[in-house]
């Protein structure tokens, strides 16, 4: 069947999941037409009340942006003594020996700073007009951001490129953003905390150079609020190290304008409605910090607001049974890790959150845990840009699900949920995390909210972890970070990922990779006539999505289904996954039409392991031996695209970590299909 007898586009094609980069176009209105694309995207996820308070918020863009840039413009500050945070001052200080901690002192000391695999130029903090080339910088271009010269909310961050093209346009935003999150004050708030007097020479440095090229509201640092939101928890860690007086009276005097700087603009412009997702979580969290930080009926008003949506933000984006809305892990961990700061924060000022916040923290260290295989990794389901709430150190954390489950387990004494395994952090201190690891449980767990089934248990010798998706896309009308991962399963054996997710390459610069690494063709699931069963619009919008249910459940298996393929082909897509005594059986089906249709059951595999194709099927292994094998339906076609092949033969890629791409093993199995069930069946070693 081709495209024009379905009514695909280029859209739903595997040519298109699979297409390499391509060049933006160079003419004058590529910019233009990419903003509108992505405007027109976002309209068709509003309501009326949305519409409504987006036009508001453009009303008051635009008055903000003919405010003067500049710190003469902002109230004058107080010299007073800061508010004291001993209990976090000591936490800082028990965690300033960690091997993450002395490692990033070490290399901020030697002025490399190292993000997404890129490297920055050496800074020279001490001079305040040379902080441009540092703050500024593109490295994925060379070029620089805008700065104090141009309003922040008349800053283009989306019309941006993965690599130079040729067109002056600078490269994707996370790349400026991440050093202007200001977490190397982190490791050295730490080392402060423990009477390290260069770390506090360096940590001043750093603020003041921020403040002398980034003077509020001008240039890309003052363009989103949770990116300011990030820069205020760094500054409460600088502020609780330092002590009421460790800054001079004149420092204190910038750092409460910097701080309230921060605040007034998150809250003029709020997350709601289709945005309130983990945006929203930061905002809280830091209208919290700054209501702590500062004094007055201001500041009282910042706290207020931040308490509150902090409070009810819990309880909507972690569901009943802990799952996170949002349908990402590494999401769910940030927002998580937010929210407990905020109940460490509160704690300790005398004020506690409500008890509703831990409870659902609780819940969602539970469904968390379960995620996780022996080894404290845990499949990398829906985005994953690698944020941090608190960062020990300036390279990649692969354990940051189980680290921040293990924080939450301290924070609400619950020892039984620490992971089995995590790596050392200075989140442990601030949140008491259990020092022992507990093993994962044997058996299966169904989460019915959020739409999972995982496996844990040992076959055949052999520890295997399996996770069922039969849940929705994601959160709210935009579900921005959520994968077309309806009824897609991922597998680890003996802690060796072999079915895995695309993950997430780039996010506004990504362009038609980043829609293509969104959809379904590019997960463990199954396609019909080479179609997605739903549509990315932009980056962070869908056109059309399908959000799976469970429907069914015995002890032996359960099913999901859903209905992304009924308005083209008349079907839904059923799937039953089980144990079986070998491994697994993955069935699929598609009811509602009297004739078969020609589908693709697609597998994902870790370009690390070995592959090899036999009469009983495609086997995987790695230095250990065999650890599973693949037996295609009866009747079914198998095509294997080596990773080793995928550049030159059309095969796939994944992201193994934010702004990287690498081939992947690719199992295709074709043929056709209609109410009968066609099993693929998974043996484990």
């Known amino acids: 069947m081709h495209d024009s007898d379905t009514g695909v586009g280029e859209f739903g094609t595997r040519a298109f999941a699979q297409q390499q980069p391509t060049v933006v176009s160079t003419r004058q209105g590529g910019a233009r037409a990419a903003r509108l694309a992505w405007y027109l995207g976002r309209l068709r996820s509003m309501g009326p009340a949305e519409i409504v308070h987006r036009l508001g918020e453009a009303a008051r863009k635009r008055a903000w942006t003919r405010r003067p840039i500049g710190w003469d413009a902002l109230p004058p500050g107080d010299p007073s003594p800061l508010p004291d945070f001993p209990n976090l001052r000591r936490a800082l200080a028990a965690g300033s020996e960690l091997p993450g901690v002395r490692r990033s002192l070490a290399e901020i000391g030697a002025g490399h700073f190292h993000h997404f695999g890129r490297d920055w130029p050496v800074p020279d903090f001490a001079d305040p007009d040379a902080g441009a080339s540092f703050w500024l910088h593109d490295p994925v271009t060379g070029g620089s951001w805008p700065g104090a010269e141009t309003a922040a909310l008349k800053v283009d961050v989306r019309s941006t490129v993965e690599a130079p093209d040729g067109t002056g346009r600078l490269g994707d935003v996370k790349f400026v953003w991440e050093p202007g999150r200001l977490q190397m004050l982190h490791p050295l708030a730490a080392a402060w905390a423990a009477g390290d007097a260069h770390a506090a020479r360096d940590a001043r440095a750093i603020v003041a150079s921020f403040m002398a090229t980034n003077p509020p509201y001008g240039g890309v640092h003052w363009f989103s609020g949770i990116e300011m939101a990030l820069r205020l928890v760094g500054l409460l860690l600088v502020a609780a190290a330092a002590g009421p007086e460790g800054l001079p009276p004149g420092e204190r005097v910038a750092f409460r304008r910097l701080v309230a700087a921060h605040a007034r603009a998150i809250a003029a412009f709020p997350s709601l409605h289709s945005s309130a997702n983990n945006h929203r979580i930061a905002e809280g969290l830091g209208l919290l910090v700054a209501g702590l930080v500062l004094a007055g009926p201001e500041a009282e008003g910042w706290e207020g607001e931040g308490r509150a949506i902090l409070e009810g933000e819990a309880e909507r984006q972690i569901l009943a049974d802990g799952v996170g809305a949002e349908q990402s892990l590494s999401y769910q961990a940030w927002t998580m890790e937010m929210l407990g700061l905020g109940v460490v924060l509160a704690r300790e000022a005398g004020r506690p959150l409500g008890p ?38 300036l390279g990649p954390e692969p354990r940051y699900v189980a680290s921040v489950t293990a924080a939450i387990a301290g924070l609400v004494n619950r020892p039984d949920l620490a992971p089995p395994a995590r790596d050392p952090h200075l989140r442990d201190a601030i949140f008491a995390a259990p020092a022992e690891a507990r093993p994962v449980d044997a058996g299966r767990r169904i989460f019915r909210d959020g739409g999972y089934t995982i496996w844990h248990g040992r076959v ?42 695309a993950g997430t390459y780039l996010y506004h610069a990504g362009a038609r990779r980043r829609v293509a690494m969104r959809e379904s063709l590019a997960h463990n699931t199954l396609s019909v006539a080479g179609a997605s069963h739903s549509l990315a619009s932009a980056g962070f919008h869908w056109a059309s999505r399908a959000d799976a249910r469970l429907v069914a459940e015995t002890d032996e298996a359960v099913t999901g289904a859903h209905e992304g393929y009924r308005r083209r082909f008349g079907v839904t897509h059923r799937r039953r996954v089980g144990r079986t005594p070998e491994g697994f059986v993955v069935a699929d089906a598609l009811s509602g039409s009297e004739r078969a249709h020609a589908v693709e059951i697609r597998f994902l595999i870790h370009p690390g392991l070995a592959v090899s194709a036999t009469d009983e099927g495609v086997a995987f292994g790695d230095a250990s031996g065999l650890l599973c094998r693949f037996v295609p339906p009866s009747g079914f076609e198998t095509r294997l695209v080596p990773a080793g092949r995928a550049d030159r033969d059309g095969g796939a890629v994944y992201a193994p970590r934010f702004g990287h791409l690498a081939a992947a093993h690719e199992l295709v199995l074709c043929g056709t299909l209609g109410g009968e069930e066609a099993e693929t069946r998974i043996s484990i070693g």
């Open 460 to 501: 055949s010798g052999r520890a295997a972890h399996l996770v069922f998706d039969h849940g929705p896309i994601g959160y709210l009308g935009l579900a921005a970070h959520g994968h077309a991962d309806a009824l897609a399963v991922w597998l680890s054996v003996e802690g060796r990922p072999v079915l895995i997710d």
């Open 356 to 393: 509703a916040v831990s409870g659902r923290l609780a819940r969602g260290a539970g469904f968390l845990r379960a995620m996780l295989d022996g080894t404290g990794r845990c499949p990398a389901i829906g985005d994953d840009d690698e944020g941090r709430i608190l960062s020990d150190g």
